[in-house]
């Protein structure tokens, strides 16, 4: 249904909406509820486009971390809730563990 309701807000056309085999949308991987519940139309072209719209993509994935409890400027290491919130991104834990390295380096860390 939700799916359905992407199209019906015009945030996509039928024929955008693909993605992976598990249905995930965008760079960032949203399902449609997910999708529903969390993207944002950070550019203000009335479109949650998180395809092609960098904005909409950051800020989505922010509103999907942070509706999740995300805890701004907390560690994301193992162990801690910010690591367990990434969990709820994607259950795969090389995934988990790859993000919490890749953004201990940008950190600088």
């Given at each position: 249904m939700d799916a359905l309701r992407i199209i019906d807000e015009a945030h996509m056309r039928p024929d955008e909406l693909r993605g992976g085999w598990a249905g995930e949308i965008g760079q960032t991987q949203f399902?449609?509820?997910?999708?529903?519940?969390?993207?944002?139309?950070?550019?203000?072209?009335?479109?949650?486009?998180?395809?092609?719209?960098?904005?909409?993509?950051l800020a989505s994935t922010a509103s999907f971390l942070k509706g999740h409890g995300w805890q701004a400027g907390q560690p994301w290491h193992p162990g801690t809730p910010n690591y367990d919130v990434l969990r709820d991104w994607n259950r795969a834990q090389v995934y988990q563990?790859?993000?919490?390295?890749?953004?201990?380096?940008?950190?600088g860390h």
């Amino acid at each position: 249904m939700d799916a359905l309701r992407i199209i019906d807000e015009a945030h996509m056309r039928p024929d955008e909406l693909r993605g992976g085999w598990a249905g995930e949308i965008g760079q960032t991987q949203f399902l449609p509820t997910p999708y529903v519940r969390y993207a944002v139309d950070f550019d203000g072209d009335g479109r949650k486009d998180l395809i092609r719209s960098v904005p909409d993509i950051l800020a989505s994935t922010a509103s999907f971390l942070k509706g999740h409890g995300w805890q701004a400027g907390q560690p994301w290491h193992p162990g801690t809730p910010n690591y367990d919130v990434l969990r709820d991104w994607n259950r795969a834990q090389v995934y988990q563990r790859t993000i919490s390295v890749m953004a201990s380096k940008l950190a600088g860390h």
